[in-house]
């Protein structure tokens, strides 16, 4: 299986320290270069920067052959390159949250899935609590859709 990770989600589960769920959902995960070093960046969390600065060994860091041109610039640096490579890659699985990013997957065929589904697949499989998941991410300033909220 071919996953591929934008910020986004790697920031919030490394916040919630679930961030071991990929490699038990997925077993490794390609990182595009620009997330990393968005990751990297002074404002990041200090536990995403030394989780940067030393990903686990089933985490591989690649660079997209080409970004895409058809994307918009106003797309951050991390989506570009993680829309370009799972599109490359002809990835299984996009992680990504920002719906600008989401959308621009999809109307290139990339599968998509977020954060959030990331910890409902886990919460199914009986590994994280989903309520108690979900209550830390907003602490996390994770910001949920209205109809989110209401379930």
């Known amino acids: 299986m071919i996953i591929v990770a934008d910020t986004s989600p790697l920031n919030y589960l490394i916040l919630l320290g679930q961030q071991d769920l990929l490699l038990t959902m ?39 052959k080409q970004i895409d041109d058809t994307l918009p610039d106003a797309l951050g640096a991390g989506e570009r390159e993680a829309i370009s490579l799972a599109l490359e890659l002809h990835a299984d699985v996009l992680l990504i949250d920002e719906w600008a990013g989401r959308n621009e997957a999809e109307t290139r065929s990339i599968p998509a899935a977020g954060t959030l589904a990331v910890l409902l697949n886990a919460a199914v499989q009986g590994a994280v609590n989903l309520p108690s998941s979900i209550e830390a991410l907003k602490k996390a300033g994770f910001r949920l859709s209205h109809n989110v909220e209401r379930l």
């Open 26 to 64: 997925y077993g490794s995960l390609i990182v595009p270069r620009a997330v990393l070093i968005e990751m990297q960046h002074a404002a990041a969390p200090m536990a995403v920067q030394r989780w940067a600065a030393n990903p686990p060994s089933w985490v591989s860091i690649r660079s997209p």
